[in-house]
């Protein structure tokens, strides 16, 4: 069964930069659109990033000019990375992917924690 395994998170201070990496756990066929979306705390699940094979990307307007998505397309992996993080950016990221086994499907990253300090 694909797992979609993220790494990277962590504390950082207001201000500092984090690199999160997110790839399939075995050999896949193909992969679509990734992306990585964020939940906080009482809040419910959004966008922050996304990337179609064909390289056009997608941005949460919170995070434009501070956070940039980009893929490997060989290894199937996606990046995000994180600059001028603030504390409004802690929450869970999940990864996200459009992958295709044996057909096209939707799978999701176990999450991985990001926190900001002020």
């Known amino acids: 069964q694909v797992q979609l395994v993220e790494s990277g998170g962590g504390l950082v201070q207001a201000g500092g930069s984090l690199r999160l990496s997110c790839a399939p756990s075995?050999?896949?066929?193909?992969?679509?659109?990734m992306g990585w979306y964020r939940q906080a705390p009482g809040k419910q699940r959004d966008l922050v990033a996304t990337m179609r094979s064909t390289g056009i990307t997608n941005y949460a307007d919170s995070v434009k000019g501070r956070f940039t998505i980009s893929r490997d397309n060989a290894n199937k992996t996606v990046y995000l990375q994180m600059n001028s993080l603030n504390p409004e950016d802690t929450a869970v990221y999940y990864c996200?992917?459009?992958?295709?086994?044996?057909?096209?499907?939707?799978?999701w990253g176990q999450g991985t924690q990001v926190t900001v300090s002020s």
């Open positions: 996200y992917g459009r992958i295709y086994v044996s057909s096209w499907n939707e799978y």
């Open positions: 075995t050999s896949i066929f193909g992969v679509g659109t």
